[in-house]
């Protein structure tokens, strides 16, 4: 407000000033071109100051709002452990993820060992095995826990199925004894496994399937009523996917 005080002032000198010089010659003169160049410059020099300082208050507002650089910034390293598999039941490990691969080993109950891939699909682990002939094989997890960062390994796909051979007919043992008070006799059976890639086993009796048991199954023992005289056949099979082994025929009879 001051300013525009001391603008008016001015002009009003130099209006002043040339209206008296028109008023000693009678004629109306435009005003010299010395006085034009004065009230310009007087009208500068008014104005400066205060348009430099509104240019430095707007400066010093940029530079209170200004985004600082250079701030500092931290880095999240996330924990790595590593995968690991312990099993909870003695589990086969095989060449794939599924039945339809051979078993390379069984580990038993209790069993560690690191996972360095996942099949999602049927729940299998590749596991580093120091028991298997390729260094790794292929556990089920339905009897498992995992352990670590299990997250962060990779999916594998699988390896071809191969044509599954079937499996070998195991070597039999037997005894047996007779209970005439009871009428029942008892059988106990055991056996050699010949294969490494069976399903299970089935005690037939009669030729009818009387158990199914799991591989690497290697005894059983039958209790039933017998008819003196009449024989009782037995035999040991052992199936996978493609077919099934029997062993030899076992007559008793009491």
């Known amino acids: 407000m001051k ?3 001391n603008i008016f002032f001015a002009l009003t000198v130099l209006l002043a000033s040339s209206l008296a010089c028109n008023l000693q010659t009678g004629t109306p003169q435009p005003a010299a071109p010395e ?17 430099t300082a509104t240019v430095q208050q707007q400066a010093i507002v940029a530079n209170n709002t200004a985004t600082p650089t250079g701030a500092p910034t931290g880095t999240i390293t996330p924990t ?8 909870r039941e003695q589990t086969n490990c095989r060449e794939g993820p599924g039945q339809s691969y051979e078993v390379l080993f069984t580990y038993l109950k209790g069993a560690q ?9 049927e729940n299998y682990w590749l596991v580093k095995s120091n028991d298997s002939p390729t260094g790794t094989c292929w556990l089920w997890g ?11 390994v990779s999916s594998v796909t699988p390896p071809p199925t191969a044509t599954l051979q079937p499996p070998t007919a195991p070597a039999v043992k037997w005894e047996f004894s007779c209970d005439y008070a009871a009428g029942q006799m008892q059988v106990a059976f ?8 069976e399903t299970g086993f089935r ?14 199954t290697t005894a059983y023992n039958d209790i039933f009523a017998f008819v003196t005289g009449k024989k009782v056949l037995y035999q040991i099979e052992v199936y996978n996917s493609t077919g099934s082994m029997r062993s030899n025929v076992i007559s008793v009879s009491c």
């Open 3 to 5: 300013n525009l005080k």
């Open 35 to 51: 006085i034009q160049t004065a009230a310009a410059l007087t009208v500068r020099a008014i104005l400066t100051p205060s348009i």
């Open 80 to 87: 790595y452990s590593v995968p690991m598999l312990t099993l």
């Open 113 to 121: 060992l690191e996972i360095v891939g996942h099949y999602p699909q």
């Open 142 to 152: 339905e009897y498992a826990d995992v352990t670590g960062s299990y997250w962060v």
């Open 190 to 197: 055991t056996w050699t496994d010949n294969a490494s890639n």
């Open 203 to 216: 005690v037939i009796r009669n030729d009818q399937a009387i158990v199914e048991l799991p591989s690497d």
